[in-house]
């Protein structure tokens, strides 16, 4: 596709289950964020990849928070043990390389965890 | 650390102009931007600024940049009731990062 896609749209949970939630970022897109938006916040940074760089994890909120890139292009965020403080949207964005160019969002994921 | 700071609300009539105010405290030498966020959607690119201008037109958008007072703002001529979203700045940290201001919600009334 032409932009950045995430899924699920929505997600729904209970506490204490995991989730993962994915991001297919524009194709040829070396760098790809994901943050998060809690109801009436800005947008708190989360994590970065680069390439074949080692991420930049420094906004993960808990070890509970991880994040995968495969080959460079699909990404998934896992939040294990979900707690309602959780819930939030999770927006993906992907840039063509290194350094601040213009960031591409997708729609987001809408997480309840109840 | 930085910080980015916006107005929460903003209620304008239909026809009128509309300024969306962002103060930030430190930023890297690159772009500006702003983004804007419709209900239900993800951020969409709406115009940005480099670092070394102090205005830019874009059709009905006007960003202006205060480098010195760290104020960055976003006019728009002839508001539609098709404006009414949430509008966020983003400034630079580092040479990757973005801080995103908590976004202002504009409102038009027709």
């Known amino acids: 596709g032409a932009g950045v896609s995430q899924s699920p749209s929505n997600k729904v949970t209970e506490k204490g289950k995991d989730v993962e939630l994915r991001c297919d970022p524009i194709?040829?897109?070396?760098?790809l964020y994901w943050y998060r938006q809690s109801l009436g916040q800005g947008l708190e940074f989360l994590i970065y990849f680069q390439g074949n760089s080692a991420p930049d994890k420094s906004g993960l909120p808990s070890d509970r928070f991880s994040a995968e890139r495969t080959g460079g292009s699909v990404s998934t965020l896992t939040i294990q043990r979900t707690q309602q403080e959780d819930s939030a949207v999770y927006l993906c964005?992907?840039?063509?390389?290194?350094?601040?160019?213009?960031?591409?969002f997708g729609p987001g994921t809408r997480l309840l965890v109840l | 650390g930085e910080d980015v700071e916006q107005s929460l609300f903003l209620s304008v009539r239909e026809g009128d102009s509309s300024v969306i105010n962002c103060t930030y405290t430190?930023?890297?030498?690159?772009?500006l931007y702003w983004y804007k966020q419709e209900p239900g959607a993800g951020l969409q690119l709406l115009t940005y600024i480099f670092s070394n201008m102090d205005m830019k037109q874009d059709q009905r958008l006007t960003v202006l940049l205060n480098k010195k007072d760290k104020h960055l703002s976003l006019r728009i001529a002839d508001t539609q009731t098709g404006d009414s979203a949430i509008y966020f700045c983003?400034?630079?940290?580092?040479?990757?990062?973005?801080?995103f201001g908590t976004g202002t919600r504009l409102k038009v009334l027709a």
């Open positions: 430190d930023s890297s030498s690159t772009y």
């Open positions: 983003a400034v630079p940290s580092g040479t990757y990062k973005y801080i």
């Open positions: 964005a992907s840039s063509s390389r290194q350094g601040q160019e213009t960031q591409y």
């Open positions: 194709s040829g897109h070396t760098a």
